[in-house]
């Protein structure tokens, strides 16, 4: 039996793409996984499987089920537990509502245009990792210097969750 984190792009933001978490846990419930638990309102499922997973068919489940179409980003355990482990900005981010891990479902674009310059973000962080990018916001993540098309611009999908949730979620995967 393997654990996986699925996190989903862009719902219950507002009044937009609103799935109740009742019906997202009866959706995967329905594809046979087992010990399905939502975090929030913002598209956060802890759930077993014993079949392999695969973000598209969940993405086409959900929308079958739900209506609403999002993107899902899918990490197992270890990866998940992997880029909470290599934030470089861990040190930096004293308060976890104000930093954001932002989950890959692929390498990125590196040569992406449109990233302000470090210099720019000052006194932000943004650094990009493997399969994750961090980025540390003091003055607030609605003040933040980087555009929102720079993440939609990085040729993967991109879903961000800060730090307090990302803990939460690493809480729920170590409860059996």
């Given at each position: 039996?393997?654990?996986?984190?699925?996190?989903?792009?862009?719902?219950?933001?507002?009044?937009?793409?609103?799935?109740?978490?009742?019906?997202?846990?009866?959706?995967?419930?329905?594809?046979?996984?087992?010990?399905?638990?939502?975090?929030?309102?913002?598209?956060?499922?802890?759930?077993?499987?014993?079949?392999?997973?695969?973000?598209?068919?969940?993405?086409?489940?959900?929308?079958?089920?739900?209506?609403?179409?999002?993107?899902?980003?899918l990490?197992?355990?270890?990866?998940?537990?992997?880029?909470?482990?290599?934030?470089?900005?861990?040190?930096?981010?004293?308060?976890?509502?104000?930093?954001?891990?932002y989950?890959?479902?692929?390498?990125?674009?590196?040569?992406?245009?449109?990233?302000?310059?470090?210099?720019?973000?000052?006194?932000?962080?943004?650094?990009?990792?493997?399969?994750?990018?961090?980025?540390?916001?003091?003055?607030?993540?609605?003040?933040?210097?980087?555009?929102?098309?720079?993440?939609?611009?990085?040729?993967?999908?991109?879903?961000?969750?800060?730090?307090?949730?990302?803990?939460?979620?690493v809480?729920?995967?170590?409860?059996?």
């Amino acid at each position: 039996m393997n654990r996986y984190v699925a996190l989903l792009r862009g719902i219950n933001v507002g009044t937009a793409k609103s799935i109740a978490m009742a019906d997202l846990r009866a959706c995967f419930e329905a594809l046979g996984h087992e010990n399905v638990r939502t975090l929030l309102r913002s598209g956060n499922v802890v759930f077993d499987s014993s079949d392999v997973v695969d973000a598209r068919s969940l993405e086409a489940a959900i929308a079958a089920a739900t209506g609403v179409s999002a993107p899902v980003v899918l990490v197992d355990d270890a990866r998940f537990r992997e880029i909470v482990a290599a934030n470089p900005l861990a040190s930096v981010s004293v308060d976890p509502s104000r930093a954001l891990v932002y989950f890959l479902d692929g390498p990125a674009d590196d040569t992406v245009r449109g990233r302000p310059s470090d210099t720019d973000l000052l006194p932000e962080r943004l650094v990009a990792g493997p399969h994750a990018i961090y980025q540390w916001c003091p003055n607030g993540i609605s003040e933040s210097k980087v555009p929102a098309k720079y993440f939609l611009s990085l040729g993967v999908t991109a879903t961000g969750r800060n730090l307090r949730t990302v803990e939460k979620i690493v809480a729920l995967l170590d409860t059996p």
